[in-house]
């Protein structure tokens, strides 16, 4: 069973404080994406990696930054947090090309960050 | 318009209905799709994979449209622990789930 874990379930951070996001997935699977779910907008991609070292744009990357210096690990950073980043964060992975399911999501339990 | 777009919901339906949901999306070169489902905080789980011909998984069949543009997702003799948010999910790029585009999901809640 693929697992996807998140470091901190529930975050209340202060403006303007620097705020880590940790996943972590023990499949050995080629990507991952930091998602954020905001009520009546769904999810949307913040930013996604291919490979390690490796990091794309998603839709929405202003205020956010990643790093992946380790394929099962993939981390969101806000650099200077925001009233207008509290929301719930998902971290997910997939498999990859070429691999049944190749698209398939496996997200973990989340973090609901707020930011006072 | 949006690029996915679901009815919000919330459809409250008696236990042993039938309930039918429909996803629309935008473009057309759309590749794959898929339903998921959230329960109440927490995250997404994939529900089923969508195949052009449609397919079945016991009370689930999911059915897809290109002509029209829409997916569609049937739960026959609907259980309470069928009560959830289902997402809509639509895959634009070919092996990559950048392109992956949620709905908002539709609600649903089966009572007694």
């Known amino acids: 069973d693929v697992k996807v874990t998140q470091s901190s379930r529930y975050l209340v951070k202060r403006t303007g404080e620097k705020v880590f996001l940790e996943c972590v997935q023990d499949?050995?699977?080629?990507?991952m994406f930091w998602y954020r779910q905001d009520p009546g907008l769904g999810l949307r991609l913040i930013y996604f990696?291919?490979?390690?070292?490796?990091?794309e744009k998603g839709d929405i990357p202003e205020g956010y930054s990643v790093s992946r210096e380790k394929k099962e690990r993939f981390s969101l950073i806000l650099e200077s947090a925001s009233t207008n980043q509290t929301s719930m964060y998902l971290c997910?992975?997939?498999?990859?090309?070429?691999?049944?399911?190749?698209?398939?999501?496996?997200f973990g339990a989340g973090s609901r960050l707020t930011v006072l | 318009r949006k690029e996915v777009e679901q009815d919000p919901g919330p459809f409250n339906v008696p236990e042993g209905a039938t309930v039918a949901f429909n996803c629309t999306y935008s473009?057309?070169?759309?590749?794959?799709f898929f339903w998921y489902r959230q329960d109440c905080r927490k995250e997404p789980k994939l529900l089923m994979s969508?195949?052009?011909s449609g397919n079945e998984d016991g009370r689930f069949t999911a059915q897809l449209n290109r002509a029209s543009q829409y997916i569609s997702l049937l739960i026959r003799d609907s259980k309470l622990s069928d009560s959830a948010t289902y997402l809509c999910?639509?895959?634009?790029?070919?092996?990559?789930?950048?392109?992956?585009?949620f709905g908002t999901g539709t609600r649903l809640q089966v009572t007694l």
């Open positions: 997910a992975s997939t498999p990859g090309q070429g691999i049944v399911g190749a698209n398939v999501l496996t």
């Open positions: 499949m050995d699977h080629e990507n």
């Open positions: 990696s291919y490979d390690v070292k490796m990091k």
């Open positions: 473009n057309s070169a759309s590749q794959s």
């Open positions: 969508v195949y052009s």
């Open positions: 999910v639509v895959n634009d790029g070919v092996g990559t789930a950048s392109k992956l585009t």
